[in-house]
C-alpha cells in the first residue's frame, strides 16, 4: 500500500520563493523582457539567411533546370524565351529555398520581402521578369527591431533607419560540376548528350571498334565549355554520364 | 411662482450653508454664484454630503476608477506576461480606454436571457446588486466630505459589504445552469470562509481604535498608521480582500478556466456590463475601508490650494495605489482549489484573525 505523506516545507525557504515570485514580476511589471515586434508599424531585422520572396538575376542564369528538378512542391516551371528561365508559382512555394541552394552559379537569391499579397490566385504565379526584380510593397514600418539574444543577453534594439529588403548575392555554394564519361566503352553512340547539350561541349568521335570490346564511339567533354547544367546525364540512354565536382 | 422662489431659495441656503471651499477654483465658483438657478446647481455639486456621494470619492470618481483599473490590470498583466494587452483601441495612449469601448460595446449588445432563467430575478439582480456595493459610498467620509455622518460608519460598511455575496449568489441561482450553479455554490462557501477572519480584523481595528467612527480611526493614526498598531489584522484584511473580491489567488466562484466566469457564465450585453464590475466596485469599497482602517484614511500633505478637496483627494490616491499594487498579484500566483482556499480560511487566517484581535485589545488599551 502506497501511503501519501504531506509534503515538507521549509517556511524560510517557502517565503524566499514568494519573495523570489514577488520581485520577478515587479521587475518584469517596470521593464519586461517581451519580445514582441508590433509588425506592421516596425519591422524586425531579418537576418542576410532570411528565407523569403526570391530574386532572379537572368545574367547568370545557365538554363541548367535544377531549380526545377529539386523543387520538392514544383513550383517552378521554366519559361522558354531567349532561353529556359525559372517562374516561380507562390501558391505552391514552400520557402525551402532549395531552388536557391542549388543554384550554380547564384542566379537565384533570397530577400527579406515576406509580406506580398495577391488578389487572386492566378497572380502568385509570377513569371521570369516579375521575380527579376523586389515585388513592390508598401512599408508602413516607422523603425526598424534587432534582436541580440545569446546566452547573456536579451534585449530588443530599436533603431529609426529602416532596413534595406534586398540581399547581396552570396558566394556560391555549390560546387563547379563537369559532366565526364565514367564508362567509356558503353557509349552507344547515340548522339542524345551532344544534341541536347545547350553548350555544344560533347563531341562524339567515332573510332575503330577494339579487342577489349568498346562500342568504337568516345565522347570529349570540353570542359572550359561545359556549365555543368546536367541535361547530358538525365538524357543518357546508358546512365554512363555523371556530373563530377572539380576544383574547390 | 413666489413659492417656487422660496423652496430655490430655502434649498439654496441649505447648500451653500455647507460647501467644499477649494481656493483653487473659488474665482470660478464666485463667478458662477451670481448667476441665479445656475447658483443652486453650483451650490448643490459643492454641496458636501453630495460632493461625498455622488463626485469624490463617489459615483464620478469610482466610473473613473472602473475605466482605469480595468484597463490597468489587464495591461500589468501583459506586461508580466511578455504580452502587449490592449492596445489597439486609441493607440497614441496605448489603449487606455479600452474599458470605455467594451462598456459602450456592452451597451449596444442584445441582452440574451436564455428560456431556463428564472425571468424576473435575472434581469433585476444585476441591478439589485448594486444597492449593497453603493450604499457604504454614503457612510464613507473623505476629510470634511460625507454623505451621513454616523459613529457606526465601519462597522455600517462592513454589514453592507457582507450584503455583496449574496446578491451574487441569487444571480447564480436565477441563471439556472450548471456553472452558474457551481459558480454560485463556491461563491457561498468562499463567503463564510473569508467573512469570518474579515469581519474578526475589522473588529479588532474597532477595539483598537475604540470607536466605529472612522474619524476616530483617522486621528488615532495621526502618529504610527493602523498598519504597524496591527500588522496581523493588515495581513488578514488584505488576504481577505482577495477572496471577496474573487482576485487570483482565490479566484474561485469566477474560475474562467473551469467554469466560465461562474454565476454570471449567462449574462450578455449590459447586464454582463454591469455583473463583471460588481467585483471591481467591491474593491473599491473594500480599499477606501482598508485605507481609513490601515493607512491613515484622509490625512497626507496638506495642500493650502485645494482646501477641502485635500481629504477626498488624499483617500483617493491611497486607494488607487492599494489597488494598483494588489492586481499585480493575479500575474504571480496560480488560482488554489476550493478546499485550499476553505483550509487557509478556516484555519490559519482565522488563526490569526484571533491573534489580531487580542493585539488590538491590547493596543486599544495602550493608546486610550
Known sequence: ?????????????????????????????????????????????YPECFRGFIVFDKEKCISCFRCAQICPANAIQMEYFENAYPGIDYAKCIFCHFCVDSCPTGALNTSKVHDVAFKAMEEMRLSTKQIAKLPE?????????????????WKLVRKKELDSLEVPPKPVKVKERKASCIEPES???????????????????????????????????QTEQCTGCGLCVRQCPMQILRLEEVGE | ????????????????SDMMDIPLIAPIVDYLMQIPLLNILVALI???????????????VLTLYLLYIVWYERKLTARVQWRVGPLEVARPIRGAIQA??????????????????????????????????????LFIPAGSAVGIYTPYSIQLIVTFIALIPITIVAIGWASNSRFAYIG??????????????????????????????????V?????IPGALLNPIAFIVYIIAMLMATSRLPFEIPEADQEIAFGPFVEYSGILFGLVMVLAYEKLYIMTLLFTILFLGGWSGIYCPLLGDLNGPLWLFIKSIVVISILVIVRSIYARYRLDQALRIGWTSMLTLSIIALIIGGAVGVWLS
Open chain 2, 1 to 16: 411662482m413666489i413659492d417656487v422662489f422660496q423652496i430655490l431659495n430655502y434649498f439654496f441656503g441649505i447648500f451653500s
Open chain 2, 46 to 60: 459643492l454641496w458636501k454630503p453630495f460632493f461625498a456621494v455622488v463626485i469624490m470619492p463617489g459615483l464620478v
Open chain 1, 1 to 45: 500500500m502506497i501511503r501519501l505523506e504531506k509534503v515538507k516545507t521549509d517556511p524560510v525557504e517557502t517565503l524566499k520563493r514568494h519573495a523570489e515570485a514577488i520581485g520577478e514580476a515587479v521587475r518584469q511589471a517596470i521593464k519586461p523582457d517581451r519580445i514582441t515586434v508590433e509588425y506592421p508599424r516596425e519591422r524586425r531585422k
Open chain 2, 219 to 223: 486621528e488615532k493614526q495621526s502618529a
Open chain 2, 100 to 137: 470605455l469601448a467594451d462598456g459602450i460595446r456592452y451597451f449596444f449588445q442584445e441582452a440574451i436571457v436564455h428560456r431556463e432563467a428564472h425571468r424576473p430575478y435575472y434581469i433585476q439582480l444585476p441591478i439589485l446588486a448594486f444597492i449593497p456595493v453603493l450604499l457604504p459610498i
Open chain 1, 137 to 153: 510593397i508598401v512599408r508602413e514600418e516607422i523603425q526598424t527591431v534587432e534582436y541580440y539574444v545569446d546566452r547573456n543577453t
Open chain 1, 187 to 221: 557509349c552507344i553512340g547515340c548522339r542524345l548528350c551532344a544534341n541536347v547539350c545547350p553548350q555544344n561541349a560533347i563531341k562524339v568521335e567515332r573510332l575503330k571498334a577494339t579487342e577489349e570490346g568498346g562500342t568504337g564511339y568516345i565522347l570529349k567533354v
Open chain 2, 184 to 217: 454560485s455554490v463556491r461563491e457561498a462557501f468562499m463567503y463564510f470562509a473569508y467573512e469570518v477572519p474579515f469581519i474578526i480584523a475589522v473588529i479588532s481595528m474597532v477595539f483598537l481604535y475604540g470607536s466605529g467612527d472612522a474619524y476616530v480611526a
